[in-house]
């Protein structure tokens, strides 16, 4: 079986097609340390892409509570159940990925859900790690926690459902690296909702036909970006592309992000699939629990977020101020002055944002309207 790098786990992994990468790789940040779950960017996707027959349980986004929630049910635990932990020795991957684990020329390691698996979009929702004891109090810091994990395709460098499919209707975009499914070829067998580790291909049972997110794509070719992240009242999405003809660049800001600062982490990396949705890992969970789902960088991510307002990490908070700041794409970013500063893919800017929102505070007495202003609330 061929080989490819995996930039992700340090080291090549085995997978049955030799690729060139795409002309650029569309790739999202999710910042999880403000993530509310008012599952805004769910409806938005889910009234615009799979409200038709057959798609009652498809939600190509989802926003799920850790540790114990997850769509559909278990799709994480299942899998690592079958593959055990992950090892790592410094920031290589020593155990297998899904590629590897059944040996060569098998198809990825993976699982079908059952119906009864997507019936409880919601369950474990604000579920604790542990009990509240009596007469216990939340002070700075307390051992219960839990998080909020949003999650859509990851559209990934080395697809599973793309290697499982024995008809070869899954395919990834040479111009975007997007995933789609072509569904005058697909007979429906399901391969690829076995295969995908995070389970976001879905079954239409009236079409029988595989469905999966298709990355906003007709925005994206438009540029901007998808509506998960348009629609997200918290902006704690970007959305973009990585570089993958050379080496990342600074001036963008998933590259800066996610490569060069690496304080975005990719989901349950130790897969091989390299995923293309980057978390932020939220700062209150014990590392033990994220070194299993984000990889071995929990621990410096965490201490680069908490010191992010250090004279050192000025553009990488450049870099985030920008989330939600425009529904087009910004593929290149800088800071000038007091401000972060985007632009798109055509060179034109499209966002300016203050380090330091500006306040204005009008006088008691009006002198031109001859008024007082007063504090009515």
């Known amino acids: ?27 999202y940040v999710f910042d999880v340390n403000k993530c509310i779950a008012c599952q805004t960017c769910t409806v938005a996707c889910k009234t615009a892409w799979t409200s038709g027959k057959g798609q009652e349980t ?132 399901r391969e690829c909702v076995k295969a995908c580790p995070y389970k976001k291909v879905f079954f239409n049972t009236i079409a029988r036909a595989s469905e999966k997110c298709i990355g906003c794509y007709p925005r994206v070719e438009q540029g901007e970006v998808a509506l998960c992240v348009e629609s997200c009242i918290g902006k704690i999405r970007m959305h973009g592309f990585r570089t993958t003809q050379g080496a990342p660049r600074e001036d963008n800001p998933l590259d800066y992000i996610t490569r060069i600062r690496k304080l975005a982490l990719p989901l349950y990396p130790q897969f091989g699939t390299g995923p293309n949705v980057f978390y932020v890992p939220p700062v209150h969970v014990p590392d033990g629990f994220l070194d299993q789902v984000f990889g071995p960088g929990v621990e410096a991510a965490k201490e680069l977020y908490r010191a992010i307002n250090a004279p050192e990490n000025r553009t990488l908070l450049g870099a985030l101020l920008l989330f939600g700041a425009s529904n087009r794409i910004i593929d290149r970013f800088a800071v000038e002055g007091n401000e972060a500063v985007g632009w798109d893919l055509t060179g034109t800017e499209v966002a300016r944002v203050p380090f330091t929102e500006p306040s204005y505070i009008r006088p008691a007495f009006d002198q031109a309207l001859g008024a007082h202003r007063l504090n009515t609330t």
């Open 58 to 189: 498809t939600f190509f986004n989802n926003v799920e509570s850790k540790p114990y929630g997850g769509y559909p049910l278990a799709w994480d635990s299942r899998l690592l159940e079958g593959i055990g932990p992950a090892k790592w020795k410094q920031d290589s991957l020593v155990s297998l990925t899904i590629f590897e684990t059944d040996g060569p020329r098998k198809p990825p390691h993976g699982w079908r859900p059952t119906f009864e698996d997507y019936t409880s979009p919601n369950i474990g929702e604000d579920d604790l790690s542990g009990p509240v004891e009596r007469g216990e109090t939340f002070g700075p810091t307390h051992p219960h926690w839990m998080f909020y994990l949003a999650r859509i395709c990851n559209h990934c460098d080395n697809p599973a459902c793309v290697a499982a499919c024995p008809r070869k209707a899954v395919y990834k975009r040479d111009e975007d690296g997007i995933v789609l499914v072509d569904q005058e070829r697909c007979r429906g067998y």
């Open 1 to 27: 079986m061929p080989t490819r790098p995996n930039w992700q786990i340090n080291r090549p992994i085995e997978y049955p097609y030799e690729a060139a990468p795409p002309q650029r790789q569309v790739a």
